[in-house]
Nanobody, 121 residues
Framework: QVQLVESGGGLVQPGGSLRLSCAASTSIFSIYTLGWYRQAPGKQRELVASVTGAGNTDYGDFVKGRFTASRDNAKNTLLLEMTSLKPEDTAVYYC???????????????WGQGTQITVSS
């Protein structure tokens, strides 16, 4: 009913750039928010960026203009362009879909499997 396919990630040097992509496939949501979250070892999962179906974007405070999220509703894809990466950006990044289901009208959220990003020289 919901499938999230993540791509991108890997090892990058400090100051470098990476792109993450999340392709969403769903038969039970007409309207939903797509987002990227991250979790570093020993820390709580936190919002990186999210985009609603209407195109409203929200970023984590730590982003500070370094990352840009964009959503292609025709392709059900969320892109995350990351620049000026820092070692503290090292984490597992998860794609997230959330919204009210067309089936039960209740709020649900789904997670991708996660992709590792390591920022190190």
């Amino acid at each position: 009913q919901v499938q999230l396919v993540e791509s991108g990630g890997g090892l990058v040097q400090p100051g470098g750039s990476l792109r993450l992509s999340c392709a969403a496939s769903t038969s039970i949501f007409s309207i939903y928010t797509l987002g990227w979250y991250r979790q570093a070892p020993g820390k709580q999962r936190e919002l990186v960026a999210s985009v609603t179906g209407a195109g409203n974007t929200d970023y984590g405070d730590f982003v500070k203009g370094r990352f840009t999220a964009s959503r292609d509703n025709a392709k059900n894809t969320l892109l995350l362009e990351m620049t000026s990466l820092k070692p503290e950006d090292t984490a597992v990044y998860y794609c997230n879909l959330q919204g009210y289901s067309d089936l039960d009208f209740k709020y649900h959220e789904y997670w991708g499997q996660g992709t590792q990003i390591t920022v190190s020289s």
